[in-house]
């Protein structure tokens, strides 16, 4: 009897531990009464593939709510509806804008909410606001849909880039400048393979010998150029001696022609006034000068 009651007993407190842990297990799985959850509203005119009821709401990075409804908006039909909701703390601000953001490689999409700036008011409202009192978040083009109107752009425009080109740079005259700069290269190919020759390349080595053959006789060279260096070095001041020697030869002879030529001018001068003497009296110059005889009284 005692046995069969302490079964029972554990086995109630077994059923009754198990619903106590699936109680606590719901009621953490419930949202906290204190924590309050804001509705908002985003009109998107892009595409919004990728993104579901449930996906993820991020501000900045970090995950603060979920997409409760996606539907086409009753009054535009090209705008879609995005319905979130969100912890009322997140800052949301008039200014903040949200942006389609894709989630890895899996094509899921997820909201991004992008941080207004800090001066500007609070946007949000209670929870218990009736659907057309719902505050509107505005969207921005996700990069995907960015990169969708900027594509074609882009095509046309390297299209039109490709076109050119074909008229430009691969017209005849181009095509033909082409041809001759592949006619050139080929010749310096060959010029270059000739180089490159096996003669050429023996060329090469026996003048690389013949160069190595003339440093070494430099080499031995050396020393015999640093002996006849010093050996004019010694002579230098011989030639200097000489020279000054030549310079006094030169100024002595100088004033030896001088004093001759004074000489020979004298003589010269003598000799012409002996000829003008024999033309005056060719007798005296012969015979002497004789003296007049005097007169009376002289």
């Not at 799985?29 to 990728?50: A, L, N, T």
């Not at 010998?209 to 150029?225: G, Q, V």
């Not at 003598?270 to 009296?281: A, G, H, I, T």
């Amino acid at each position: 009897m005692n046995n069969r009651v302490n079964y029972t007993l554990v086995g109630a407190f077994v059923l009754l531990s198990i619903g106590l842990m699936i109680f606590f297990i719901v009621w953490l799985m419930q949202p906290d009464d204190q924590k309050k959850m804001q509705p908002y509203r985003i009109f998107y005119k892009d595409s919004v593939s990728g993104l579901n009821v449930n996906s993820d709401v991020k501000y900045r990075g970090l995950a603060v709510g979920k997409v409760v409804n996606i539907s086409i908006c009753p009054h535009n039909s090209d705008e879609i509806q995005v319905d979130i909701s969100i912890d009322a703390t997140t800052p949301v601000k008039t200014d903040t804008v949200a942006k389609l953001e894709a989630q890895g490689i899996t094509g899921l999409s997820y909201v991004d909410l992008l941080k207004g700036s800090e001066t500007s008011p609070r946007l949000g409202k209670d929870n218990d606001a009736a659907d057309e009192d719902v505050p509107v978040i505005p969207s921005a083009p996700s990069l995907i849909s960015q990169l969708g109107k900027t594509l074609p752009e882009i095509a046309d425009k390297f299209d039109k880039m490709l076109d050119k080109l074909d008229k430009k740079m691969l017209s005849q005259e181009n095509l033909d400048h082409l041809h001759m700069i592949f006619a050139n290269v080929d010749a310096t190919t060959a010029q270059l393979n000739k180089m490159l020759s096996d003669e050429s390349i023996n060329d090469y080595h026996a003048l690389m010998a013949s160069a190595a053959s003339a440093a070494r006789e430099l080499e031995t060279l050396m020393p015999k150029i640093g002996t006849i260096a010093s050996k004019i070095e010694a002579m230098v001041p011989k030639v200097e001696a000489l020279a000054e020697n030549s310079i006094q030869m030169e100024n002595d002879a100088t004033a030896m022609m001088t004093e001759t030529m004074s000489e020979i001018q004298q003589t010269l001068g003598n000799v012409n006034m002996l000829l003008m003497m024999y033309e005056n009296s060719p007798s005296d110059f012969i015979f002497k000068e004789t003296k007049p005889k005097l007169g009376p009284g002289e």
